[in-house]
């Protein structure tokens, strides 16, 4: 398999994972999963557009500022929710905000080591919004337990 394949591949996984995770939390999760799924979902598509429509020298502003907005949108979502879920994710997007400024700020070409911490950051928040789901299902599952219904 050459290179330009697995890139593809992984491209496409990395997709479809950031997809199944968004919709299952739309589906499934209650307002602060909706929210964060909504807020992942929406710059995730914002910055897949923005890259062919920006000239090539101000991606990495792109990337920067879309990381910046994503972690903006979950300190915001954290507050007014106050999920345990969300603190994982801000974490996990605040370090995925510092790999993109320290590649901006040294003018580093995206190399292996920042295409691995990417990913698995962004492996990291989609982990955290998945768990966030499954407490709210649990908890909802519960309540209605308690409630005598099914």
């Not at 479809?16 to 299952?24: Q, V, W």
């Not at 499934?28 to 807020?39: D, Q």
């Not at 590649?103 to 955290?128: E, G, I, M």
């Amino acid at each position: 398999m050459s290179a330009i394949s697995i890139y593809q591949v992984a491209w496409v996984l990395m997709w479809g994972l950031m997809l199944g995770a968004c919709i299952s939390a739309i589906w499934k999760g209650g307002a602060p999963e909706r929210n964060g799924a909504i807020l992942i979902l929406s710059v995730s598509l914002l910055g897949f557009f923005a890259d062919s429509l920006i000239p090539s020298d101000l991606r990495l502003v792109g990337r920067l500022v879309s990381d910046g907005l994503v972690a903006l949108g979950f300190l915001v979502i954290s507050l007014r929710y106050a999920s345990l879920w969300l603190g994982g994710a801000l974490i996990a997007q605040a370090v995925q905000f510092s790999l993109q400024a320290f590649y901006f700020v040294t003018d580093r070409a995206h190399d292996a080591p920042y295409a691995v911490v990417n990913n698995l950051n962004t492996v990291a928040v989609l982990a955290f919004l998945v768990a966030g789901t499954i407490a709210y299902r649990r908890h909802l599952a519960a309540w209605r337990k308690a409630q005598g219904g099914a």
